[in-house]
């Protein structure tokens, strides 16, 4: 089979359907704070980077960890990926919210990292992850570096959209 | 070797890129080059890992080679090849697909003749196929996110 199906339809998978259900249904009925079009690409951000992230250090030779029941591809971990961005989404959103300033934007950081943490320490109790050569110590030093990146990543599109007008739009000759 | 060879291809390709006038809005720029990476990322997956098409794993550097061409230098050459056709007329585009095409197979090419990845299963036609269904799986996305940027930015 090209994606393998589930061995056993577990806690794993509970977990990943009951936390994407909450997440994009928070996402569907949020009000607007931002242009979708900048909500597209955080989306695709956190897919991309968890997607390069896993398959670079969780599959061989590396093989660090495991994500869900095979040690393959399987189609619950094209679900994992998905499962992320509305929360990452919620990260912006508050963000964009209330503004955080000086050290307070540091505390944001660390208080979102540390969320990560929980959630990823609960994924592994429903064996979602499993770990071999890797800790819950490592995936803080990259949820850091990953929420840094994702709200520099919401400003400067923030503001790029902002500072662009229809006129600049470059290529109405398309398609 | 390999890992120079491409990482030098990279930096031409990404200063000849960055040094002309782009036609696609930045936005349109991340857009395509995170869809590559989902998409090219998934097949690599299941054609190396799941259906043993690909053995990639010879040493660790040929691993991070690996890496770093699907992460960097497909995405680049897919965002340029669309940043030129995206002004020409629709029929022109589909003229020009074949090339697009062919430059991608003979990167996969490349990379196979310098003992990146070896191909066990895998015949190289396939990469046309492979290729083709590529820009079409991007391409309709594209055109989507495109109308919309279009929408909000007026």
Same mark, same amino acid.
């Given at each position: 089979?090209? =994606?393998?199906?589930?061995?056993?339809?577990?806690?794993n998978?509970?977990?990943?359907l009951?936390?994407?259900?909450?997440?994009?249904?928070?996402?569907?009925?949020?009000?607007k704070?931002?242009?979708?079009?900048?909500?597209v690409l955080?989306? =695709?951000?956190?897919?991309?980077?968890?997607?390069?992230?896993?398959h670079?250090?969780?599959?061989?030779?590396?093989d660090w960890?495991?994500?869900?029941?095979?040690?393959?591809?399987?189609? +619950?971990?094209?679900?994992?990926?998905?499962m992320?961005?509305?929360?990452?989404?919620?990260c912006?959103?508050?963000?964009?919210?209330?503004?955080?300033?000086?050290?307070? +934007?540091t505390?944001?950081?660390?208080?979102?990292? =540390?969320?990560?943490?929980?959630f990823?320490?609960?994924?592994?109790?429903?064996?979602?992850?499993?770990f071999h050569?890797?800790?819950?110590?490592?995936?803080?030093?990259?949820?850091?570096?990953?929420?840094?990146?994702y709200?520099?990543? +919401?400003?400067?599109?923030?503001?790029?959209?902002?500072?662009?007008?229809a006129?600049? +739009?470059?290529?109405?000759?398309?398609? | 070797?390999?890992f120079?060879?491409?990482?030098?291809l990279?930096v031409i /390709?990404?200063?000849a890129?960055?040094?002309?006038?782009?036609n696609?809005?930045?936005?349109e720029i /991340?857009?395509?080059?995170?869809? @590559?990476?989902?998409?090219?990322?998934?097949?690599?997956?299941?054609?190396?890992?799941?259906?043993? /098409?690909?053995?990639?794993?010879?040493?660790?550097?040929?691993?991070?080679?690996?890496?770093?061409m699907?992460?960097?230098?497909?995405?680049?050459?897919i965002?340029?090849?669309?940043?030129?056709?995206?002004?020409?007329?629709?029929?022109?585009?589909w @003229?020009w697909l074949?090339?697009?095409?062919?430059?991608?197979?003979?990167?996969?090419?490349?990379?196979?003749?310098?003992? @990146?990845?070896?191909?066990?299963?895998?015949?190289?036609?396939?990469?046309?196929?492979?290729? /083709?269904?590529?820009?079409?799986?991007?391409?309709?996305?594209?055109?989507?996110?495109r109308?919309?940027?279009?929408?909000?930015?007026?």
């Amino acid at each position: 089979m090209i =994606l393998p199906l589930p061995i056993r339809f577990d806690a794993n998978e509970w977990y990943i359907l009951i936390n994407s259900t909450c997440g994009y249904l928070w996402l569907f009925f949020s009000p607007k704070r931002f242009p979708h079009s900048i909500s597209v690409l955080l989306v =695709l951000f956190c897919v991309s980077a968890a997607i390069i992230y896993d398959h670079a250090i969780a599959g061989p030779p590396l093989d660090w960890y495991n994500i869900n029941d095979y040690t393959k591809y399987e189609l +619950f971990d094209v679900f994992t990926y998905f499962m992320y961005a509305p929360y990452a989404l919620l990260c912006v959103y508050l963000y964009d919210k209330f503004k955080p300033k000086g050290l307070w +934007f540091t505390a944001y950081i660390v208080l979102w990292s =540390l969320l990560c943490v929980g959630f990823e320490w609960l994924a592994m109790i429903c064996h979602v992850f499993k770990f071999h050569k890797w800790s819950l110590v490592y995936s803080f030093s990259v949820y850091l570096i990953m929420t840094s990146l994702y709200l520099r990543l +919401f400003e400067y599109l923030l503001r790029k959209f902002h500072s662009q007008s229809a006129s600049s +739009f470059p290529s109405k000759r398309a398609e | 070797m390999a890992f120079s060879i491409l990482f030098s291809l990279t930096v031409i /390709l990404g200063n000849a890129f960055l040094s002309i006038r782009k036609n696609l809005h930045p936005f349109e720029i /991340l857009f395509i080059w995170m869809v @590559v990476i989902i998409i090219h990322h998934n097949f690599i997956t299941i054609t190396a890992g799941n259906l043993k /098409l690909f053995d990639v794993y010879d040493n660790s550097f040929n691993y991070w080679t690996m890496v770093f061409m699907r992460t960097v230098l497909i995405p680049l050459l897919i965002v340029f090849y669309f940043d030129r056709m995206v002004v020409r007329r629709p029929y022109q585009k589909w @003229v020009w697909l074949p090339l697009g095409i062919l430059m991608l197979t003979g990167l996969e090419y490349l990379a196979e003749s310098l003992g @990146v990845y070896r191909l066990s299963g895998w015949k190289m036609w396939w990469s046309l196929i492979e290729w /083709l269904a590529i820009f079409l799986l991007i391409h309709f996305p594209w055109l989507w996110y495109r109308r919309l940027l279009d929408k909000e930015v007026k």
